[in-house]
């Protein structure tokens, strides 16, 4: 998710490292064992499934907020909504985590093959 480190902070650092993720996963350049991955899967699963749930819920945030007639509730308004979805809104970076999320599963996915094929060349060399 992002947080505002002031107007020189680097966004999407966790999708450019999803995306690492997943390419080192596929060169074969880590492996991880069938209890770790699932384990990882799990966990990543469960925050996707939290993300479908919950979508129709945070589009609210895409709304104005009915703050009344006021100048100021005027001006709040616009505001209170772009702070949802612009660039660097919640919800915007919500929907980048589900990419990442999913990246980051498919790496998990090719890493625990990765472990297998490597556990089964070194298991052939034993006999």
């Known amino acids: 998710m992002y947080?505002?480190?002031g107007k020189?902070?680097?966004?999407g650092k966790i999708g450019e490292s999803m995306t690492q993720f997943a390419g080192a996963a596929a060169?074969?350049?880590f492996a991880v064992n069938?209890?770790?991955g699932q384990a990882l899967i799990a966990a990543i699963d469960k925050l996707?499934?939290?993300l479908d749930m919950n979508q129709f819920k945070l589009r609210n945030l895409e709304q104005e907020p009915p703050?009344?007639?006021?100048?100021a509730a005027k001006v709040i308004k616009p505001y209170m909504a772009s702070v949802a979805t612009d660039h660097e809104?919640?919800?915007?970076?919500?929907?980048?985590?589900?990419?990442s999320l999913k990246q980051a599963r498919q790496g998990i996915e090719t890493a625990m093959r990765n472990y297998e094929r490597t556990d089964s060349a070194e298991a052939s060399?034993?006999?």
């Open 27 to 29: 060169a074969g350049q």
């Open 48 to 50: 996707l499934d939290w």
């Open 8 to 11: 020189h902070a680097a966004l």
């Open 3 to 5: 947080i505002d480190e």
């Open 34 to 36: 069938e209890a770790g």
């Open 89 to 99: 809104g919640f919800l915007t970076q919500l929907r980048a985590l589900g990419e």
């Open 125 to 127: 060399k034993l006999t």
């Open 67 to 71: 703050l009344g007639s006021s100048n």
